[in-house]
């Protein structure tokens, strides 16, 4: 057992909560255990399982290429979150090159751009799993997909669903060269999202809390819609905005279901 929080290992969990290590390592932090049999179940490796006996019920259904165990003071020392259940994971990332994805017919596709908060692509990830969303792309990304605060808002869902990051510009090419209608959500010169036809292959392109849809994206949209606000608030937290769009594209392909079958 582990008892010092000098430990090497340790101490290299210490440096794994900074972004550019966890790029440099090639491994990322995944605490909790349904976050870790997650990410297990959907194909992601773990190289070390750290299980705090003092806390954890049991860690040993947990595939992992080997197992510490730690005393309760070092893995207060590494938890990142209050409530922990005395599981953490160092694992293995998974990047996918979007230029390789091959969507299926009709796909509906979230995409995210310049997205800053981790909690916020939790949060997207989320409802993509939820929904079944056919893919999340982020565009010109600005946190690291794998944050550990993401993977704790997603509950692990950010490793169910595919993720890709690029280039708006590379994003953009992408979803014209497959035929996908792009829907920008804008407050500008849009239609009501009640409206949209997402029955047909959709991207649900959102922007920034702070500045919102670029230009880019602007001009490269098939069609800008918007949620009506009823209050003095112009717009609603990105994550909300996502799961009311993608669930009416949602609500509107099982509708055109039922129809095709009477």
Aim: proline share 4%.
């Amino acid at each position: 057992m582990i008892t010092s929080k000098t430990n090497p290992k340790i101490k290299n969990i210490i440096k794994l909560e900074k972004a550019s290590e966890r790029r440099e390592q090639n491994r990322i932090l995944i605490e909790g255990r349904r976050e870790i049999e997650r990410a297990v179940a959907c194909g992601f490796e773990v190289d070390t399982l750290f299980v705090c006996p003092d806390i954890a019920k049991d860690g040993a259904a947990i595939t992992a290429r080997s197992v510490e165990e730690v005393s309760l003071e070092v893995f207060e020392k590494i938890a990142y979150r209050e409530g922990s259940d005395g599981l953490l994971a160092v694992a293995i990332p998974k990047y996918a090159d979007l230029q390789q994805f091959k969507p299926k017919k009709n796909p509906l596709i979230i995409v995210l751009e310049t997205v800053e908060k981790p909690g916020n692509l939790g949060a997207v990830m989320r409802t993509a799993d939820a929904a079944g969303v056919d893919a999340v792309i982020i565009a010109d990304p600005r946190t690291d997909l794998y944050n550990p605060n993401a993977i704790r808002a997603s509950v692990g869902c950010i490793f169910s669903v595919p993720l890709f990051a690029c280039s708006s510009e590379e994003c953009i090419k992408w979803l014209k060269d497959n035929n996908i209608t792009i829907y920008c959500t804008y407050l500008k010169a849009s239609i009501d999202y009640l409206d949209a036809d997402f029955k047909k292959a959709s991207a649900i392109v959102m922007g920034t809390e702070a500045t919102g849809i670029s230009q880019q994206w602007v001009d490269a949209a098939d069609q800008n819609i918007i949620i009506p606000m009823n209050g003095i608030a112009d717009s609603l937290n990105v994550s909300v905005t996502t799961a009311i769009v993608t669930f009416e594209a949602v609500r509107q392909r099982r509708s055109t279901r039922h129809f095709d079958r009477l």
